[in-house]
């Protein structure tokens, strides 16, 4: 699969200067690590949002997010987010500090 690398250079700029940032090829895509966990990543043109088992629920209930079912069953908390739904660098940063705050309650893996 591919990934759109306009939506991984986007990332690449906010999390600029970040020595706890690590970029891992996962999915097919690109995933952008945070702890030794996936924070985020772009699959095909869509962001991959780990927003965790919480906030689910909820992220669902925006428009532009979907269910991450890249196995053929949806993986609770971890959500699509459409193009439209990142269109502005305000949209994503949104998105990726949903996922940090969850990524920052697991304990770091080595």
């Keep these: 699969m591919a990934f759109d690398t306009a939506l991984v250079n986007r990332l690449r700029t906010h999390f600029d200067g970040r020595d706890d940032i690590i970029e891992k090829r996962m999915f097919g895509g690109m995933a952008f690590m945070l702890g030794g966990h996936m924070c985020v990543g772009v699959l095909n043109d869509a962001l991959v949002a780990r927003i965790g088992p919480d906030q689910h629920k909820e992220s669902l209930a925006s428009m532009y997010a979907s269910p991450f079912d890249y196995t053929g069953k949806p993986l609770n908390g971890f959500v699509y987010v459409a193009p439209e739904g990142i269109s502005t660098d305000n ?20």
């Design 91 to 110: 949209d994503l940063a949104d998105w990726v500090s949903k996922c940090e705050g969850f990524v920052f309650t697991l304990p770091p893996k080595h």
